[in-house]
């Protein structure tokens, strides 16, 4: 699915801050960072055990950074009415982060919490289309707290039963 991603800076200082020891934080990137993610659910029901991997980038003339989140978590479907159905999901898993701006480079790598919902019109008995999905994360870093989310939509094809 294609994807952005927002980030925040719970600190207040700078929207990405998590330099090593004696380097400045010359990069403070603003804007969406287009990804990509994909995943896989285990449905039973109403309710899917998710796998979710992602990748996304900005990067601007000062720099550039990247997050790569994996995560398993439970989604919950609502009833399908007119191939329409909604779901919300809680994820957790780890990410990596790097920060390339020049002689601020580094790499970490953290544990993430993730909720969200979205909407899915089913267009054949397999193939759907997910309209929007909204994710809103939490992710832990040196200063404290990022604060990430963003949108997503694509075409998800359905294995298995229905």
Do not use: C
């Not at 939490?138 to 294995?159: E, H, K, V």
């Amino acid at each position: 699915m294609a994807s952005g991603m927002k980030t925040v800076d719970a600190s207040g200082t700078v929207v990405i801050h998590n330099p090593g020891p004696n380097q400045p934080s010359g990069f403070t990137p603003s804007g969406l960072a287009s990804g990509v993610r994909t995943g896989f659910v285990w449905r039973h029901e109403n309710v899917g055990l998710v796998a979710d991997l992602g990748y996304h980038q900005y990067s601007d003339r000062t720099g550039s950074t990247s997050l790569a989140p994996v995560m398993l978590g439970l989604r919950v479907y609502s009833d399908e009415h007119y191939r329409t159905s909604f779901f919300a999901e809680g994820l957790a898993g780890a990410y990596r982060w790097r920060v390339n701006s020049g002689n601020v480079n580094f790499t970490a790598g953290k544990g993430i919490v993730s909720g969200g919902g979205g909407m899915d019109i089913r267009l054949t008995r397999r193939l759907v289309w997910r309209v929007f999905e909204i994710q809103i994360a939490s992710a832990g870093a040196r200063s404290g707290p990022l604060f990430s989310g963003g949108p997503s939509t694509g075409i998800a094809y359905r294995f298995g039963g229905r």
